[in-house]
């Protein structure tokens, strides 16, 4: 079946103009950053099932386990203003290869969005690849394993 192999997971098309909108809104996230230790700075930007942009920047700490990704920034924006989907995201990065989200931020993101949701991946200069979150997590966990009780023989 087409719709459960990762590989046909194909990520949902963007309109040009929320693409330059996330583009935008990220770029200016990513001059928030605080990013001493590493000195990578992330933006990232979310566009929500209203419509509405939520965006964040990576918060590094001293003791460097303690800091966080800008996705997790963006997430809570999006939380905190009342939505609960996210249908697009855009990070970007001040490296010279192509970002894409970490592992967990990857897992985060699942709570909030569904396999074909775009996760485009930016830097100053332009924009990157296009991938769908199940192309990036395949066979995921998410809030649907907690409501299936398990069958009793
Ligand atoms: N970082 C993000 O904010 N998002 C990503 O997608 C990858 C990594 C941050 C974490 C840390 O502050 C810095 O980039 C270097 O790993």
Request: include cysteine; charged fraction near 10%; proline fraction near 8%.
């Given at each position: 079946?087409?719709?459960?192999?990762?590989?046909?997971s194909?990520?949902?098309?963007?309109?040009?103009?929320?693409?330059?909108?996330?583009?935008?809104?990220?770029r200016a996230?990513?001059?928030?950053?605080?990013?001493?230790?590493?000195?990578?700075?992330?933006?990232?930007?979310?566009?929500?099932?209203?419509?509405?942009?939520h965006?964040?920047?990576?918060?590094?700490?001293?003791?460097?386990?303690?800091?966080?990704?800008?996705?997790?920034?963006?997430?809570?924006?999006?939380?905190?203003?009342?939505?609960?989907?996210?249908?697009?995201?855009?990070?970007?990065?001040?490296?010279?290869?192509?970002?894409?989200?970490?592992?967990?931020?990857?897992?985060?993101?699942?709570?909030?969005?569904?396999?074909?949701?775009?996760?485009v991946?930016?830097?100053?200069?332009?924009?990157?690849?296009?991938?769908?979150?199940?192309?990036?997590?395949?066979?995921?966990?998410?809030?649907?394993?907690?409501?299936?009780?398990?069958?009793?023989?």
């Amino acid at each position: 079946m087409a719709g459960m192999n990762p590989s046909h997971s194909k990520p949902v098309a963007l309109p040009e103009a929320m693409l330059q909108s996330l583009w935008a809104a990220a770029r200016a996230a990513q001059a928030r950053a605080y990013a001493p230790y590493s000195n990578y700075a992330v933006g990232a930007a979310i566009v929500d099932e209203h419509g509405a942009i939520h965006v964040g920047c990576n918060v590094e700490n001293a003791a460097y386990p303690q800091g966080w990704c800008a996705e997790a920034t963006a997430l809570g924006a999006l939380v905190m203003s009342g939505a609960r989907k996210a249908r697009g995201l855009l990070v970007l990065g001040s490296g010279g290869a192509w970002i894409t989200p970490c592992g967990g931020c990857r897992q985060k993101l699942r709570e909030f969005g569904e396999g074909q949701m775009p996760i485009v991946s930016a830097n100053l200069q332009a924009l990157g690849p296009i991938y769908s979150l199940e192309q990036l997590l395949p066979h995921s966990f998410g809030p649907a394993h907690l409501q299936q009780p398990l069958q009793q023989p």
